[in-house]
């Protein structure tokens, strides 16, 4: 990674091969859903460029890797009038309604024509228009009013299932255009959500709103830490010498996998009552798709009887969208419970009486903050109307006035905290109640939980039920103390055996070894996220490093801005944190990041998991050879994983693997694979 040997001849050779390998990778990761190599490497051969780039600011170009985190604000967007109007769609909301499309369609084209449809979802989200020019992308804008859009070009070059370049696979097109939608995963609504609910500012409504305010940011670098995605469904408009566009929708679709577009779920029908059973079916199912969609589309897959069939003012002839309805229920206010997070904040929820929305029993729904209850007026013993939007927590969409009879109570803030009785405040300017309380047992409560859940240290199996047992039993008082409990501290707790104990003895020692990364997001520091501490830890790679950093250093970062620095500089001048620190180190967990391991990577980018009892090595040893030699270790089966190593008596898993027909390693084959050297002892 050390740059500063190479001539400039040497740098710009090996900065366009890294921006193929990082756009290989990108394409992996973001549009197929199936990595390579680990996230330590490829931050690797991102600083690598970021750093040739550096040394030699000719060599950067615009559709560069390194360009997606975002330019300098803009003062105001400018307009882009589309070459082609950006129509919508007409609705139906019931099957007869699609029959009737059908109908028309048919009589349109004559009723001897097959016509063959294609269905896919109806992701809500914004659409946009993409112009590439030369194979790179060139201009982004929004729909606007359909014939006028805003330029949000910078913003969309920060979302990476939008490729810079188009993949070669797919040919050179002089110019084309496409047309997609932007959209927030569910996951990062979710996470985007709780972030804002602890820095006091008002939450989103749903993902839509949540994609919309993140596009519509003059500030691209704040796009770029809102974790957007964009699915293209629209050739629009091709132009290259040779080569014809295509003449289906189906082949536009495999056209634009091919130039490294992420494209939606599809399917195709000869028939239209396939294509409703289809809808039906999704209507359903729409809860597993990892976005948010409001209905599906159905179009006619030929291009050619897409062209007579045509528009009218408002939507073309050839499609139409079958909306879902929203899954809403009535039902009644019993109560309003506060929950103290791990930053102080008391957010509000609506205890219901249990109501069935879309197949699963609600009872709760979170009210995010005064302000929101105010505002929709929402008292205890009030009906109201409850929504559901994919896995979200529901929540309370408006209040039947007409029910009220006078005996429901408005709900208010309490001025102490229910869990400590701290004074309860509320700062200038923020949506938030905060709990001021230094020792609150319920912000050290989320603090552990935390600490322990996935995507921080990931100790197996230490759950709130857990955790709050421990607290309640004087066992810890702060996130060190876990890695000080003995295996006779869990037998104390409630429902907890002699093997359970040693369970998750053994699953918080495993986690000692974690890199540096996990635990600076672990430690919970306010507005630090997994991406930010993974920033930081690759910066610093020691704690103590990163403990030391001054506000200037740490904004040499390009993500890390004032308000980041500060809360930094602020968590690590406490003692509390050099306490904690300190103690955790004497425990004997990581507190720098080794140097790149030298030696082979037989298992880069390949995925295990590990079941049942070894016989020559316990399993957290097995884990460290498939990690030492480049693999990762997924806790559960699913399609991505590559190979399940089975000991004896093992479980479910073992099942599932069958089910999906992953690839079955017994120990000897495991440690064949792996090479003798590094199979014992780990
Ligand atoms: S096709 C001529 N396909 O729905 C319009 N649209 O009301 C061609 N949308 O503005 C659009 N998913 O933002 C199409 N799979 C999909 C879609 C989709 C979402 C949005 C799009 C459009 C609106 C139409």
């Given amino acids: 990674m050390d740059v500063s040997g190479y001539g400039e001849a040497t740098a710009a050779k090996r900065a366009a091969d890294l921006r193929d390998l990082i756009r290989r990778h990108d394409y992996l990761y973001y549009v197929l859903d199936r990595p390579e190599i680990s996230d330590r490497e490829y931050d690797m051969l991102f600083r690598e460029l970021v750093r040739i780039e550096e040394r030699f600011p000719g060599l950067r170009t615009q559709d560069s890797p390194t360009q ?58 914004l659409s946009v228009s993409l112009v590439y020019q030369d194979g790179v992308f060139v201009q982004g804008a929004t729909r606007g009013d359909g014939e006028t859009g805003e ?89 290259d010498q040779g080569r014809a566009a295509v003449s289906t929708h189906l082949e536009g679709l495999r056209l634009l996998e091919e130039l490294g ?40 897959n030929d291009i050619s009887q897409r062209e007579i069939l045509g528009s009218t003012a408002h939507s073309p002839r050839w499609a139409i969208a079958f909306k879902y309805p929203p899954e809403q229920a009535v039902t009644r206010v019993v109560d309003v419970s506060i929950q103290v997070g791990r930053t102080g904040v008391l957010t509000p929820t609506a205890i219901l009486e249990p109501v069935r929305i879309a197949g699963s029993t609600v009872g709760r729904a979170t009210l995010h903050n005064e302000d929101i209850i105010r505002e929709k007026d929402v008292r205890i013993g009030d009906y109201v109307l409850v929504q559901k939007a994919g896995e979200v927590i529901p929540e309370i969409v408006s209040v039947l006035k007409e029910r009220r009879t006078g005996a429901e109570t408005p709900f208010a803030m309490p001025r102490k905290c229910p869990e400590c009785g701290a004074d309860v405040v509320r700062f200038e300017g923020e949506a938030a109640a905060r709990c001021t309380g230094v020792s609150c047992p319920a912000q050290l409560r989320e603090g552990i939980i935390h600490f322990a859940s996935r995507d921080a240290m990931n100790i197996e199996g230490l759950g709130p039920a857990i955790v709050a047992q421990l607290l309640d039993n004087g066992l810890v008082r702060d996130v060190a103390d876990l890695y000080y409990l003995g295996r006779d501290d869990f037998v104390k707790l409630e429902r907890m055996g002699d093997k359970s104990a040693s369970n998750m003895v053994e699953a918080i020692r495993k986690t000692k070894d974690n890199p540096i990364g996990r635990l600076v997001f672990a430690l919970g520091i306010r507005h630090v996220g997994d991406k930010v501490a993974g920033l930081l830890a690759d910066r610093f790679t020691s704690m103590e490093a990163l403990a030391s950093a001054g506000r200037e250093e740490l904004k040499s970062i390009p993500e890390i801005g004032d308000k980041i620095a500060e809360s930094v500089v602020g ?91 992953t690839t079955i390693l017994s120990e000897d084959e495991f440690i064949e694979m792996a090479g003798k050297d590094h199979a014992i002892g780990g």
């Fill in 68 to 125: 997606r985190v975002g330019g300098a604000p803009l003062p105001v967007f400018q307009s882009v009038r589309h070459r082609y109007p950006m129509r919508s769609l007409g609705n139906a909301f019931e099957a007869e309604e699609i029959r009737a499309f059908d109908r028309r369609v048919r009589g349109i084209l004559g009723e001897s024509s097959a016509v063959e449809y294609v269905v896919e979802p109806k992701i809500d989200g």
């Fill in 151 to 239: 330029d949000v070009t910078e913003n969309l070059r920060t979302i990476r299932s939008i490729p810079l370049r188009l993949r070669p696979e797919g040919g050179r097109p002089a110019r084309m255009e496409c047309r997609g939608e932007v959209y927030m995963p569910m996951r990062a609504f979710q996470r985007l959500n709780e972030e804002r609910e602890s820095d006091g500012e008002a939450p989103f409504a749903n993902p839509r709103n949540a994609a919309a305010g993140s596009l519509r940011q003059l500030d691209p670098r704040v796009t770029a830490g809102r974790r957007l995605a964009a699915l293209v469904y629209d050739l629009r408009y091709w132009e």
């Fill in 261 to 300: 577009f992420a494209v939606p779920i599809h399917r195709s029908f000869e028939s239209i009552a396939g294509a409703i059973a289809y809808l039906e079916e999704w209507a359903g199912r729409r809860g597993e798709l990892p976005y948010e969609i409001d209905g599906m589309v159905i179009k006619v």
């Fill in 571 to 661: 968590f690590f001048r406490q003692d509390q944190t050099r306490e904690v620190l300190r103690k955790l180190a004497a425990a004997g967990v990581r507190m720098k990041n080794e140097p790149e391991r030298e030696g082979p990577r037989p298992f880069a980018g390949k995925r295990f998991v590990v079941t049942g009892t070894l016989s020559t090595m316990k399993r957290h040893e097995a884990e460290k050879v498939i990690s030492d030699l480049g693999g990762q270790v997924m806790s559960g089966v699913s399609r991505t994983t590559d190979y399940l190593v089975v000991g004896a008596d093992p479980g479910s898993k073992y099942e599932k693997a069958l089910e999906l027909g």
